[in-house]
C-alpha cells in the first residue's frame, strides 16, 4: 500500500482499550526539500520483543518501520527494518503504555525527536525500496538509507516487508565506542527511564487501584525528580501531561458509543 493510509492501523487497534491516538491523515501535505518541516521520530517500543519504531513524516502520516536492534551509527551495520503500517502524526507525540491484550501491548518512550529531509523524490524512492535522506534529531544526525530486500528468501525470514536501515558515512558516523541506544536510555521529551514510564502509566489508574498500593508513591517520586532534573523546558510539561489527558479511565468502554465501522 502507497504511504498516506491509516486503514491498517485502524483496523489492529480497538480505541476504546488504548490511549494511542486514533488519528487522521493530516492534510498539510509534506513538502519535499523542506529542511526542518517534516518530523522524524524513534519510539522504543517494550512490547512481545523489544524493538525501535523508526518513522518519517511523508503523505499526511507517518512512514513506520520497526527496528529490533535500533538503530547505529556505525555505516557497516545493516539493521532489519520491517516496514509496518503508517502511523497517525499525532502517534508521534504518545508516550506512555499500550495496554496487555492490545496491539503491541507496552511501554513505549519517545527516544528520539526531530526532522528529516528526504534525498530525492520519496514516492519513488519508497516503489523503489531505496530511500536516501538525512535526519535531525536530538539523539541522531546525518545521512541514513533504508533498502528494501529484493526477495523474501534472505536471512531475516520470509515474514513481513524487509527493509534495511544503514547509517552513510558522513562526519556524524560513529563507527566505534558505545552503541547510541546504550548511551541514551532516557526518553528525548520526558527525560523518563522505560520503567518510569510504566511506572507512571499506574498512576493514570490511581483512582481505581489501592491508595495504599507502595509502587505508587515511588512512582510520583521519580517522575518529579527527572521532570525538575531534565534541562528541557518542555520535560515537566509533557510528563505531566498524559495524566491530564486521561481524566478518564481508558478501559472503561462509552457506552453510548456504537461500534465504529472498520
Ligand atoms: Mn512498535
Do not use: C
Request: charged share 35%; aromatic share 6%.
Amino acid at each position: 500500500m502507497p504511504s498516506g493510509s491509516l486503514r491498517d492501523y485502524h483496523k489492529k487497534r480497538d480505541f476504546k482499550l488504548t490511549a494511542e491516538p486514533k488519528g487522521a491523515v493530516a492534510k498539510r501535505k509534506s513538502a519535499a526539500g523542506k529542511i526542518g518541516k517534516l518530523r522524524y521520530l524513534i519510539q522504543k517500543h517494550d512490547a512481545t520483543r523489544l524493538h525501535y519504531d523508526f518513522r518519517l513524516e511523508w503523505n499526511g502520516t507517518l512512514m513506520s518501520w520497526a527496528v529490533p536492534k535500533g538503530p547505529s551509527e556505525n555505516p557497516d551495520d545493516k539493521r532489519l527494518a520491517v516496514h509496518v503500517e503508517d502511523h497517525p502524526l499525532d502517534y508521534g507525540n504518545f508516550e506512555g503504555t499500550i495496554p496487555k491484550g492490545q496491539y503491541g501491548g507496552g511501554t513505549v518512550m519517545l527516544w528520539d525527536v526531530g526532522h528529516w529531509a528526504p534525498l530525492g523524490d520519496v514516492d519513488e524512492s519508497m516503489r523503489k525500496g531505496d530511500l536516501k535522506f538525512a535526519v535531525l534529531g536530538e539523539r541522531l544526525k546525518g545521512g541514513f538509507a533504508l533498502v528494501r530486500l529484493k526477495n523474501r528468501n534472505n536471512k531475516y525470514g520470509s515474514k513481513g516487508d524487509n527493509w534495511l536501515l544503514i547509517k552513510e558515512k558522513d562526519p556524524y558516523a560513529k563507527p566505534g565506542g558505545k552503541p547510541v541506544t546504550e548511551r541514551n536510555l532516557r526518553s528525548a521529551k520526558s527525560g523518563r527511564t522505560m520503567e518510569e514510564i510504566s511506572r507512571g502509566n499506574r498512576e493514570w489508574h490511581s483512582n481505581r487501584v489501592d491508595e495504599k498500593d507502595p509502587a505508587m508513591k515511588p512512582a510520583k517520586k521519580a517522575a518529579k525528580k527527572v521532570a525538575n532534573k531534565s534541562p528541557k523546558k518542555s520535560a515537566k510539561k509533557s510528563a505531566a501531561k498524559p495524566a491530564a489527558k486521561r481524566k478518564s479511565p481508558p478501559r472503561v468502554p462509552a457506552k453510548k458509543k456504537t461500534r465504529r465501522a472498520r
